[in-house]
Nanobody, 127 residues
């Protein structure tokens, strides 16, 4: 059972930056299966949306079209941690941010294939 724990959320002013962390108990590697970690968010009254995804094996990344450029996903294998660097934040970025691990799907932005989820960390962008 993989366990994930997000941290790094908080209150930030518009235009500011935050780096979220997702500490994983392990990075699943299985021959012939593409596992990875994704970052997602859910704002009040809105559906959950995928932000970015990183391959457990080779570190290849994908981003949701609407967010690429401001957000960057990375990982530290030695610490079993995936990061989400968020820049130029605005009020519409206010949400609970989650990380999840699972099998890659072309529909990962909808959460497909993600078997393990963290509890989430709140990000509030406000002046």
């Amino acid at each position: 059972q993989v366990q994930l724990a997000e941290s790094g959320g908080g209150l930030v002013q518009p235009g500011g930056s935050l780096r979220l962390s997702c500490a994983a108990s392990e990075f699943i590697l299985e021959d012939g299966v593409t596992y990875g970690v994704g970052w997602f968010r859910q704002a009040p009254g809105k559906e959950r949306e995928g932000i970015s995804w990183i391959n457990n094996r080779d570190g290849k990344t994908e981003y949701a079209d609407s967010l690429e450029g401001r957000f960057t996903i990375s990982r530290d294998n030695g610490k079993n941690t995936v990061y989400l660097q968020m820049n130029s934040l605005n009020t519409e970025d206010t949400a609970v941010y989650y990380c999840a691990m699972g099998v890659y799907s072309a529909y990962w932005t909808h959460g497909y294939g993600m078997n393990y989820w963290g509890q989430g960390t709140q990000v509030t962008v406000s002046s």
